[in-house]
């Protein structure tokens, strides 16, 4: 099982960029599906996340300006960020509580699966 991120970029302030993440591999279910961002010098910090219900939660700073979305049948999770700022400069990360599939009759166990970073700067 893996995540893999795409969609980062250089953009101007007030600008738009879309990232996904899709999950591949054997799995049989996805709980929680979110975002994270870290900027230099300092810590990870959670931006998004979608259960598999559809219920959403943000960081503050982000509210009404970024959603987050996921399409179950591709194991794919969204991020429209809107009306970027600087300091959404960051690399973001996807993140998914999985759990794989390992055959008829094994335990459902979940794990926390990261994708590899994707550069987001915001800069004129």
């Known amino acids: 099982v893996q995540l893999q991120a795409s969609g980062g970029g250089l953009v101007q302030p007030g600008g738009s960029l879309r990232l996904s993440c899709a999950a591949s591999?054997?799995?049989?279910?996805?709980?929680?599906m979110g975002w994270y961002r870290q900027a230099p010098g300092k810590q990870r910090e959670l931006v998004a996340v979608?259960?598999?219900?559809?219920?959403?939660n943000y960081l503050d700073s982000v509210k009404g300006r970024f959603t987050i979305s996921r399409d179950n049948a591709k194991n794919t999770v969204y991020l429209q960020m809107n009306s970027l700022k600087p300091e959404d400069t960051a690399v973001y990360y996807c993140?998914?509580?999985?759990?794989?599939?390992?055959?008829?009759?094994?335990?459902?166990?979940?794990?926390?699966?990261w994708g590899q970073g994707t550069q987001v700067t915001v800069s004129s």
């Open positions: 591999g054997s799995i049989f279910s996805i709980r929680n």
């Open positions: 993140n998914a509580d999985i759990a794989p599939y390992y055959g008829s009759g094994s335990k459902v166990r979940y794990s926390e699966y």
């Open positions: 979608i259960t598999s219900g559809g219920s959403t």
